[in-house]
């Protein structure tokens, strides 16, 4: 299994802010980084919709939690910035052609092993992310 890059940016991003205090750009943490400005962009519009992080317009603002790194999820994180609906074809039931469905079963080991994978980190939230704060921070600059 693999994580999309919004997903990855997300966490990133989260981690990021979790050492950081107060506001900080999109510039800043895709240059932090050394990631794409405009990607980030999307995935921080999603982690403000989804109330993960604030966001603050103006000369002043930018980035920052939403709330505190110990209250964050990561399961829940992964869960809303993946589409693991159409993990295989079968996982869609109106687009899917695969003929051998109805006597397979690839989609329930597959739904089984995607759901642990989440119950996992439902376990860890940000803050366990980063161990060291002090370490992290200062890889960041």
């Known amino acids: 299994m693999r994580l999309s890059l919004q997903t990855d940016y997300a966490l990133r991003t989260l981690m990021y802010l979790a050492v950081k205090d107060g506001h900080h750009s999109i510039a800043d943490i895709a240059s932090a980084y050394g990631i794409s400005k405009n990607h980030l962009m999307k995935v921080a519009q999603r982690l403000t919709a989804e109330g993960f992080v604030d966001s603050v317009r103006g000369r002043s603002g930018g980035l920052k939690l939403a709330q505190p790194p110990a209250e964050l999820n990561v399961g829940a994180i992964v869960r809303i910035m993946e589409d693991t609906g159409a993990f295989v074809e079968c996982f869609d039931a109106a687009t899917n052609t695969c003929v051998v469905t109805p006597v397979c079963g690839l989609r329930h080991a597959l739904a089984g092993a995607l759901e ?22 200062q890889r960041l600059t």
Do not use: C, S
């Open 116 to 137: 642990a994978f989440a119950q996992h980190l439902d376990g860890i939230t940000v803050a366990d992310l980063i161990p060291n704060r002090a370490a992290f921070r």
